[in-house]
C-alpha cells in the first residue's frame, strides 16, 4: 500500500511551518507503525538545516527519519517515490506564489496549514485554501504559537467559522521550548517529553493520524 502524504504549507512567512513539520515526523515515527520520511522544498533550506543538526544530535543514522530535498515540479515526483516504501511523507513547503507550492498539493492527501490567531495570518490561509481546493486536496488549519490571550484566538476561531475552514481540535502553544529544541535537531518531544508542548504534539499527530486513517 502506498504511503500517504502530508504538505505543511502557508502563504504567508514565519508561521511556523518546518516547525510544526518536524514535530509531526517525529511524533508520527515515534509511534513505530511504519517509516517516516520529510522533504525540504523551501529554497531557505530550514528544515534541512534541522535535519543536518539531528544527526550530529543523534548520530548518523540514528534520526529515525528519512530526509530528501527538492524544489518546484520536482516534489511531487520526489514525494511519491518516497510514498512507495515508507508510512508517510511529509513536505516543507516554501511561502511563496501558487506555482511554487501548487505541485506540493497536488501530491498530498492533506495538506496542513499553520495559522497564527490574528487575522493577518488568517487573510494568508484563504490563498492556500482556494489553491488546495482547485487540486481536490483536503485541508486542515492548525493553531500555532497559541497565546494565553483567550480573547484574541476567541476572535480568530470566530473567523474561521464564517469561512468555512476544518480546523484542528489540537493546538500548540507559544512556547520558546519548541524553537529552542529545532535549534538542537531535536523537537520539544526529546527536550521536554512531560511537558505542556509536547502533549500538544502528541494530541495533533493522533488527530492528523485518525484523519489519514494511519495504522495505531
Avoid: C
Wanted: aromatic residues 4%; proline residues 5%; charged residues 25%.
Amino acid at each position: 500500500m502506498t504511503g500517504r502524504i502530508i504538505s505543511v504549507a502557508q502563504q504567508k512567512g514565519g508561521s511556523g511551518k518546518t516547525t510544526l513539520a518536524a514535530h509531526l515526523a517525529v511524533a508520527l515515527a515515534a509511534r513505530g507503525a511504519f517509516p517516516v520520511a520529510v522533504v525540504d522544498i523551501d529554497p531557505q533550506g530550514s528544515l534541512g538545516t534541522w535535519y543536518e543538526a539531528r544527526e550530529e544530535a543523534l548520530g548518523d543514522g540514528a534520526t529515525g527519519l528519512s530526509f530528501r530535498t527538492s524544489s518546484g515540479w520536482g516534489a511531487r515526483r520526489e514525494a511519491r517515490s518516497l510514498a512507495r516504501d515508507h508510512g508517510l511523507v511529509i513536505l516543507d513547503t516554501p511561502p511563496k506564489t501558487d506555482s511554487d507550492v501548487r505541485p506540493a498539493i497536488e501530491a498530498a492527501d492533506l495538506v496542513i496549514i499553520p495559522v497564527q490567531p490574528t487575522p493577518v495570518d488568517l487573510w494568508a490561509t484563504g490563498q492556500t485554501v482556494d489553491i488546495a481546493r482547485r487540486e481536490g486536496t483536503d485541508t486542515l488549519v492548525v493553531l500555532n504559537r497559541v497565546p494565553p490571550r483567550a480573547a484574541l484566538t476567541s476572535e480568530v476561531m470566530g473567523l474561521i467559522g464564517e469561512n468555512g475552514f476544518n480546523v484542528a481540535d489540537a493546538r500548540l502553544g507559544n512556547r520558546t521550548a519548541f524553537a529552542a529544541s529545532m535549534g538542537e535537531g531535536l523537537t520539544i518531544l526529546e527536550t521536554d517529553a512531560r511537558g505542556k508542548g509536547a502533549d500538544e504534539t502528541r494530541l495533533l499527530a493522533e488527530e492528523v493520524a485518525r484523519l489519514l486513517g494511519l495504522e495505531a
